[in-house]
Nanobody, 124 residues
Framework: QVQVEESGGGLVQAGGSLRLSCVAS????????MGWFRQAPAKEREFVAS????????VYADSVKGRFTISRANAKNTVYLQLNSLKPEDAGVYYC?????????????????WGQGTQVTVST
């Protein structure tokens, strides 16, 4: 049974930083791409970042390029999302997901397993 669990959310001032972590278990972690998505109240879930199984070619949403960094530690079954220069519009629930394959993807349908989410709140 695959389990995905996020941690690291919280309240931060605009301009501040957070690091989210996500542990996935139940399958060979290094064999699958991982991704981060977010959802603000009354909005649809949107893609944030993804990283391929072999730790190459990360993909980012335009809105976070240059501010967020995705990375993975396969030996720890963990993927990270470093959030810098946070803006109020970055607030929402951040979801980690394990992809169906090895390549990074921005498509929600490309992911088969999802965590419960971790809340990020950005104050002005």
């Amino acid at each position: 049974q695959v389990q995905v669990e996020e941690s690291g959310g919280g309240l931060v001032q605009a301009g501040g930083s957070l690091r989210l972590s996500c542990v996935a278990s139940g399958r060979t972690f290094s064999a699958y791409a991982m991704g981060w998505f977010r959802q603000a109240p009354a909005k649809e879930r949107e893609f944030v970042a993804s990283i391929s199984a072999n730790d190459g070619g990360p993909v980012y949403a335009d809105s976070v390029k240059g501010r967020f960094t995705i990375s993975r530690a396969n030996a720890k079954n963990t993927v990270y999302l470093q959030l810098n220069s946070l803006k109020p519009e970055d607030a929402g629930v951040y979801y980690c997901a394990q992809a169906r394959g090895i390549f990074a993807s921005s498509r929600i349908g490309g992911y088969g397993y999802w965590g419960q989410g971790t809340q990020v709140t950005v104050s002005t």
